[in-house]
């Protein structure tokens, strides 16, 4: 008799949390640029590109959206079924309302599961992709176990079977056809490839630094741009059109190359949860000292670079000001700047109820509301959306271009922009008590109380939290709360 091993399959238990395949990759280097890759071969599908192109903030905003990806990611992969089952409802509510028709009239909707799985099998796919072309290819048991992971992660969001290949050897076919017949060159593709890398904002640890940031943007948005190209599969280059600049494939090998060696850095530095505090500049409600100190070690580097970045001025032959009388820094944005800032979250040159909706999903996300608050503060929004369309929307095209906002140069503080503001006050004063208190006030801005907002008794009122509000969004004052939320990368 011949014994014959049969590797056993992972316990349902361990396909999450720290033991998972996938909480290693999470805070490898390589993962970075995975990411990136599995993000263009989501916008080449038509249906995930279209949505993207109408509802993402991934142009005006993509920190934000970077760092709301990765702590979803975090939830939904993390040991806490609980946090799990209250995400994946949160994901479902929010595809729920992303649907509508591309450039082609085809139809799109976020809560298709077959374009939920294309999603997962990027994801998939890159994180096999990255280790092979970093020099270290996945075993079969590992590859395996990963691909059951993914699996749970669609059934934790309660998607059917089927419509992601259930064996490992049924998926790569399924992947071929998809790069071969499915995959277009989508106007997402584009943008993310030739207008994302090459106007990436700069993160918040580099605003109000432009020379700094636009010296490394320059080299490193057409690096990335090219990385990311190489290494997508060749045949959908050829079909999509995608240049082939000489030298490309040695510096995407390189790329991968230089990133797999940082797995030998201090294990504390290359925690993903560092990045999403990098991305942010702030610190959850519940920070203990050792996060509070890491934020007054983080404002006192940002502080450096801005002495650095005031030197590199100085010996950098750009032209200098006339010099005159020095002037305070203006408090108010201009009509054009604040549409550009503020109102057009999507960043396609036009406000529209996209710019909204997104307005109210990080609200939303920064709140953690559950579906009854949600649907209230989304539907305060379209009140407010309808209110300005009816005003602003001249020409009937259903949308409010930057000049029909800037000829009328409203008064946004109406009826429907005060129930925002009384809506969003009732869903951070979670214990009802008609006070925003420091910890409330932390979890919507992840900043302690401005000397100006708290009362003698260290209070947020309903009356001042509205008014600040209404005076950021009508009267486009700088430097507020809000800045960070809904003005920042």
């Known amino acids: 008799m011949t014994d014959t091993h049969v590797s056993e399959p992972p316990r349902p238990g361990s396909l ?18 995975a990411m990136v890759r599995a993000t263009v071969l989501e916008a080449a599908h038509p249906r995930i590109g279209a949505a993207l192109t109408d509802n993402s903030t991934f142009v005006a905003h993509p920190w934000r959206r970077l760092r709301n990806t990765l702590v979803s990611l975090q939830r939904m992969f993390g040991p806490d079924d609980d946090a799990r089952r209250k995400e994946a409802a949160r994901l479902n509510r929010l595809h729920a309302r992303l649907s509508g028709t591309d450039a082609r009239d085809r139809p799109y909707d976020a809560t298709d599961p077959e374009v939920r799985a294309w999603v997962v099998a990027t994801l998939f796919e890159s994180s096999v992709t990255m280790c092979r072309l970093s020099g ?27 419509h992601l290949p259930p064996t490992l050897a049924e998926f790569w076919p399924y992947y071929d056809h998809m790069v071969e017949e499915v995959l277009e060159n989508t106007e997402a593709l584009r943008i993310i490839l030739y207008k994302l890398f090459d106007h990436l904002p700069a993160p918040p640890l580099l605003n109000g ?76 409600p519940d920070s203990d000292a050792g996060e509070l100190a890491r934020a007054a070690t983080l404002t006192a580097l940002r502080g450096r ?51 909204l909706a997104s307005m109210a ?59 925002v503001a009384e809506v969003l006050f009732d869903a951070t004063d979670a214990d009802g008590n008609q006070y925003i208190d420091a910890d409330e006030y932390r979890t919507l801005f992840r900043t302690g109380f401005r000397r100006t907002v708290a009362d003698a008794e260290g209070r947020y009122s309903r009356a001042a939290f509205v008014k600040d509000f209404l005076s950021f ?8 709360p809000y800045d960070p939320l809904l003005a920042g990368a």
């Open 16 to 33: 999450f949390g720290p033991d998972s395949q996938f909480h290693r990759f999470f805070n490898d280097p390589r993962w970075a640029l």
């Open 136 to 162: 270290q290819p996945l075993d079969q048991e590992t590859m395996e176990r990963l691909y059951a992971e993914y699996h749970a992660f669609l059934a934790a969001l309660g998607d059917a079977p089927g």
């Open 209 to 284: 630094l432009p020379t700094v940031w636009a010296a490394g943007r320059a080299f490193a948005g057409p690096v990335i741009g090219m990385v990311t190209v190489a290494s997508l599969p060749e045949s959908f280059r050829r079909r999509a059109g995608l240049p082939e600049v000489p030298g490309a494939r040695t510096l995407m090998q390189g790329a991968y190359l230089a990133a797999g060696l940082a797995r030998f850095l201090p294990e504390n530095w290359l925690r993903t949860e560092n990045l999403t505090e990098l991305l942010s500049l702030t610190w959850p």
């Open 305 to 355: 670079m801005k002495r650095a970045g005031a030197l590199l001025r100085l010996v950098t032959p750009f032209p200098v000001p006339p010099s005159g009388p020095a002037e305070d820094p203006p408090t108010r944005r201009s009509a054009d700047e604040f549409f550009t800032a503020v109102l057009d979250q999507t960043g396609n040159g036009y406000l529209d109820w996209p710019d």
């Open 361 to 419: 999903r990080e609200l939303s996300t920064r709140l953690d509301l559950d579906e009854p608050a949600e649907t209230r503060l989304y539907q305060a929004f379209a009140e407010w959306w309808r209110e300005l369309q009816a005003a602003l929307d001249t020409d009937g095209d259903g949308r409010v271009s930057k000049e029909e906002y800037a000829a009328a140069v409203p008064s946004l503080a109406g009826p429907a922009l005060i129930r």
């Open 473 to 480: 969004m009508s009267g486009r004052r700088r430097s507020t």
